[in-house]
Antibody, heavy 123, light 106 residues
């Protein structure tokens, strides 16, 4: 059974930093692309960032490019999202999501999701 | 980037009704289109991928159709447990953009 468990959310001031983690189990982690998707309170889903199975390719939404960095550690089966220069509009529940198939960058949807971790950016 | 537009934004229907949600892409995405169901306080759940392929375990009352720019999610007989928000997503390339969502009420 695939399990994805996010952690690292919390309250941070504007301009601050947070690092989210997503511990994965139940599948061959290094074979699958992974992504972060966020949802602001009462709003829809927004894809944030993705990374290939090998970690060699990363990609970002324009809204976070230059501020967020996605990475992965296959020895720990863990996905990360380093969030710097946080803004109020980054406040959201952040989900990690697993690619539905082994495929090139972006050519997959998401068949498993974590439960999400809440990030609040406020002074 | 390709934009995804869903309609309607919300709908209310009766148990047993046939419900249709549409999703339009600003450029062609082939059949790289997925549909998700999200219930309040829960993570999204994959319903349909490749525009019309039902994910394992999803009830057969859900179906999808379309290709290119116009897609449809149909619930053939609405059930109380189908109350949720439904999202389309294109995944022909990054960014894997979502539609804005359609809230379904019974």
């Amino acid at each position: 059974e695939v399990q994805l468990l996010e952690s690292g959310g919390g309250l941070e001031q504007p301009g601050g930093s947070l690092r989210l983690s997503c511990a994965a189990s139940g599948f061959t982690f290094s074979s699958y692309g992974m992504s972060w998707v966020r949802q602001a309170p009462g709003k829809g889903l927004e894809w944030v960032s993705g990374i290939s199975g090998s970690g060699s390719s990363t990609y970002y939404a324009d809204s976070v490019k230059g501020r967020f960095t996605v990475s992965r550690d296959s020895s720990k089966n863990t996905l990360y999202l380093q969030m710097n220069s946080l803004r109020a509009e980054d406040s959201a529940v952040y989900y990690c999501a697993k690619a539905s198939r082994i495929a090139p960058a972006g050519k997959y949807c998401f068949d498993d999701w974590g439960q999400g971790t809440l990030v609040t950016v406020s002074s | 980037d390709i934009q995804m537009t869903q309609s309607p934004s919300s709908l209310s229907a009766s148990v047993g009704d046939r419900v249709t949600i549409t999703c339009r892409a600003s450029q062609g995405v082939g059949n790289y289109l997925a549909w998700y169901q999200q219930k309040p306080g829960k993570a999204p759940k994959l319903l349909i991928y490749a525009a019309s392929t039902l994910q394992s375990g999803v009830p057969s009352r859900f179906s999808g159709s379309g290709s290119g720019t116009d897609f449809t999610l149909t619930i053939s007989s609405l059930q109380p447990e189908d109350v949720a928000t439904y999202y389309c997503q294109k995944y022909n390339s990054a960014p894997q953009t979502f539609g804005q969502g359609t809230k379904v009420e019974v």
